[in-house]
């Protein structure tokens, strides 16, 4: 089982920055791909970036070029650096883990961590 708790939302001006985390506790992180995701207000959940599980392959959506993906798997915590907000950005934002296996996958979830972007 693999536990992932995100923190570092909150609330900031259009252009503000924002540092989101997610800690780990239970497996190790080496054997997992890690994502981002949010959810907007009326919208469904869609992808923002994503990591591989030694960080050498990163991926973000066209809309997020602006954000920043990180790993320590030494410290199971990841990262998401936001800058140049946009009220767009305004979302739940979740912590995703995936570990592959032979014909399935093992996905665990965080509870989501809010971001608002108001002048």
């Known amino acids: 089982q693999l536990q992932l708790v995100e923190s570092g939302g909150g609330t900031v001006q259009p252009g503000g920055s924002l540092r989101l985390t997610c800690a780990a506790s239970g497996r190790s992180l080496y054997d997992y791909s890690i994502a981002w995701f949010r959810r907007a207000p009326g919208k469904e959940r869609g992808g923002v970036s994503c990591?591989?599980?030694?960080?050498?392959?990163t991926h973000y959506a066209d809309s997020v070029g602006r954000f920043t993906i990180s790993r320590d798997n030494s410290k199971k915590t990841m990262w998401l650096q936001m800058d140049g907000l946009e009220p767009e950005d305004t979302a739940v934002y979740y912590c995703?883990?995936?570990?592959?296996?032979?014909?399935?996958?093992?996905?665990?979830w965080g509870q989501g961590t809010q971001v608002t972007v108001s002048s």
């Open positions: 990591i591989s599980r030694i960080g050498d392959i």
């Open positions: 995703h883990a995936r570990r592959r296996f032979i014909g399935r996958t093992a996905d665990y």
